[in-house]
């Protein structure tokens, strides 16, 4: 089954997930009109089984929204001029999940959430505070606790990673 979403609906019912993922991530929040147009908005199709792996095409980048300058959501660019973008395909209590892409750059960040990702297309490197630090590349996953400084380091074009965040109670 594939998940068929119109442009104008998929947009409505990303602007309240990702108000909170602004929202925990230092961002602005969207204003209060397109809130109550993305709470209206229905999605057809939406008990439909999403597949992110693209088993050697390319990713389907539509629907990704530029998040704004990482400094605006948390983070602190080190190299490069980095560029991230995400789409939320599931949002509730909590639980967030969809695709993120970030171009080439290195940024440290503190995670907001806690974060299972698979790495759809690209590599990255990630460096825990420890300094243990991995590379992962298409197929790879990765377990990141909310609250862990970690380095984001992607060499190639771009990174992209589907993901499945939880925001836990302090």
């Known amino acids: 089954m594939v998940r068929r979403v119109r442009h104008h609906r998929f947009f409505a019912l990303c602007v309240i997930p990702l108000a909170g993922l602004l929202s925990a991530c230092g961002g602005e929040q969207p204003l ?15 008990d439909a089984m999403i597949v992110y792996s693209p088993r050697g095409k390319p990713v389907d980048e ?49 995670f907001p959430f806690s974060e299972h990702a698979t790495i ?13 630090s991995h590379s ?7 377990f990141i606790r909310q609250g862990q400084v970690v380095l984001w380091d992607v060499k190639g074009k771009q990174v992209i990673k589907s993901f499945f965040n939880i925001v836990e109670s302090p």
């Open 136 to 142: 992962y590349k298409t197929g790879d996953s990765y």
């Open 32 to 46: 209060s009109s397109l809130e109550t147009q993305a709470q209206g908005a229905a999605l057809s199709g939406a």
């Open 120 to 132: 759809l297309e690209g590599e990255v490197t990630v460096t825990d505070e420890t300094g243990q």
């Open 62 to 110: 539509s629907g990704f929204v530029w998040l704004g300058p990482v400094e605006g959501l948390g983070g602190r660019v080190l190299e490069g001029e980095p560029r991230i973008y995400a789409r939320i395909d599931y949002s509730r209590n909590g639980m967030t999940s969809g695709l993120f892409k970030s171009t080439t750059g290195k940024v440290e960040v503190t």
